[in-house]
């Protein structure tokens, strides 16, 4: 897990257009090493097709995307984790936890599985090494996701792209993640992390990038993790004012009560 | 059961039943992963068109039987259809299942058209369409052997990356894979399949002996790897008692052992869903205490 020097991920000018449609629009990021930085804006603002388009899943219409100061098509995969926002664990064919964490050790043109030793140990970090072979089809939709989470960190990433990865998972497990981020970060890994609200990440994160209607709005401190900032069509367009203390007492309102 | 292993069809027959039957589910594995149960039925109807264009070349070169290229042939065209609607498919141009309808039709119809040409007929595909085990000669066996091998050692060998392709191909795009080398590979190993499994249950019925194995073994097995070990099983077994039955009664051995698969599947379900059905007399909480007394009606 040892960073180097340099950036981490850089996008230039990036452009994104699909189905005739632009959803990003000269969009510059970059990241360093150890940083956390999440990617904040409304639904269909392009935060998901900002990480797909810097991992390569959707092509570029104009720009550049680095990883680890490398063009894509020779980036050094090893080094990169990812975890979707979907769960596509549900499929035909039964398939256990554990291969599809020994699937995450694929990349590049590495086209052999992990071990059953390190699936284990990247399930046993997310809670998960009692489940390693049931199938992710009799799994609830969060434990699902922390399997994703686990097929992500077996690789033991320096970049580590997280696209809403604690959607359906409860409390207790989130606490257990972002101490594993901590301790990612701290030894090196850079993070990047979608988000609708940072409040379980606020501890960690270096920068929020802002993105509105594809376009970066804000790249810069993070918000604070307010109620205000909670909602999916919050806009994150910053700075915020803060809100007013409420003058003199508090009083409740009592709606629908017989009078 | 001696004079039946004792003659050199039957043997030539059991051969190329027990390649078929083991190397379909292999590949069909990664199709049910993936969703795209129904292409193997697309290039079995595109093979037709090769199996037709061997038959115009061999009629043009005047070769005898004019047959003579028919499996090599549906080997060649049924790959190039197959990787080029993988390849159309994963530009987005159309979806999965229009391409397949567009194989469906065109070979077909190409296949018809082609044979009509050739100077032959429509019942000259029949054999095709449905197998003709009883006349596969050692050549044919030969064929198979080296497809089936082929099939098996690249499908077995580049397993874990057709998982992550056929599993997740987002995160496989994400991880630096070949996606679409890896995809093309299994549309071409889908096609190979296709090809080596028609003389024993003919086009129509070759996506059969694909799949259905592998709906048997997903009910009882609970991982990726084993699916595809019962099904490849499963398809061996399925194949060579079809076989073996078509030996006692004359009946068509496509047809016996698509349906022998189809009825194995039915029972597997059925037992499967009684095993599992929760019994009401067992305590699912016995280290809870019971906060409901059921009373019996007397």
């Known amino acids: 897990m040892s960073a180097r020097a340099g950036t981490v991920l850089s996008t230039r000018g990036v452009h994104v257009e699909l189905g005739g449609r632009q959803i990003l629009m000269d969009v510059d990021l970059t990241v360093h090493p150890g940083e956390v930085v999440a990617l904040l804006g409304a639904n269909g603002s392009g935060k998901s097709t900002l990480v797909r388009a810097a991992l390569g899943v959707v092509p570029v219409s104009r720009g550049e995307v680095h990883l680890f100061d490398s063009p894509l098509s020779a980036a050094p995969w090893h080094r990169v984790g990812y975890v979707p926002q979907r769960v596509p664990a549900v499929s035909g064919v039964p398939t256990t936890a554990c291969e599809v964490v020994r699937a995450g050790l694929l990349s590049g043109r590495r086209l052999r599985p992990g071990t059953k030793a390190q699936a284990l140990a990247a399930l046993d970090a997310m809670g998960m090494a009692h489940l390693a072979r049931r199938p992710v089809q009799e799994m609830s939709g969060g434990q699902q996701q922390r399997v994703l989470i686990a097929r992500a960190l077996v690789r033991e990433p320096d970049l580590l792209v997280l696209d809403e990865p604690t959607t359906g998972i409860d409390l207790g497990t989130i606490e257990t993640f972002v101490a594993t981020i901590d301790r990612m970060r701290r030894a090196g890994t850079a993070v990047v992390v979608v988000l609708h609200e940072t409040e379980a990440f606020a501890a960690l994160l270096d920068r929020a990038v802002v993105l509105r209607h594809g376009r970066v709005v804000h790249d810069g401190p993070p918000p604070p993790a307010r109620a205000e900032h909670a909602g999916p069509q919050h806009e994150h367009t910053h700075p915020h004012p803060e809100p007013a203390e409420p003058e003199g007492p508090l009083t409740l309102d009592i709606v629908g009560g017989d009078a | ?298």
Not at chain 2, 82 to 100: F, L, N, P, Y
Request: net charge neutral; no cysteine.
């Open chain 2, 1 to 298: 059961m001696i004079e039946l292993l004792s003659s050199p069809l039957m043997q030539r027959a059991l051969i190329a039943a027990v390649l078929v039957g083991a190397a379909g589910p292999v590949i069909g594995t990664f199709l049910v992963q993936r969703r795209l149960a129904l292409l193997g039925d697309g290039i079995g109807h595109i093979a037709l068109t090769g199996v037709a264009a061997g038959w115009l070349v061999g009629a043009v070169v005047g070769l005898t039987p004019p047959d003579a290229l028919a499996l090599p042939g549906a080997m060649v065209v049924a790959v190039l259809g197959a990787v080029g609607i993988e390849w159309v498919r994963a530009k987005g141009r159309i979806t999965g299942d229009v391409a397949m309808a567009i194989l469906f039709y065109g070979g077909i119809a190409g296949g018809v058209l082609i044979i009509k040409i050739a100077g032959g007929t429509s019942a000259n595909l029949m054999s095709y369409l449905f197998g003709s085990i009883a006349t596969v000669s050692t050549n044919d066996v030969v064929w198979t052997a080296v497809l089936a091998g082929v099939v098996l050692a690249v499908g077995l060998g580049l397993r874990g990356a057709l998982f992550a392709v056929s599993h997740d191909e987002e995160f496989a795009r994400a991880s630096g894979l070949p996606v679409g080398f890896l995809t093309s590979i299994l549309a071409a190993l889908a096609a190979l399949t296709v090809t080596v499994a028609m003389r024993v249950v003919g086009l129509l019925l070759v996506s059969a002996l694909m799949i259905v194995p592998v709906a048997t073994a997903q009910v009882v097995a609970r991982s990726f790897t084993r699916t595809m070990a019962l099904a490849s099983a499963i398809g061996a077994g399925v194949s060579v008692v079809g076989l073996v039955i078509t030996y006692w009664y004359d009946l068509p051995p496509g047809a016996v052992i698509v349906v022998l698969a189809i009825v194995l599947y039915g029972v597997t379900t059925v037992v499967q869903h009684r095993r599992r059905r929760p019994d009401p007399t067992i305590d699912p909480h016995p280290d809870l205490a019971d906060d409901v007394r059921v009373v019996q009606e007397t």
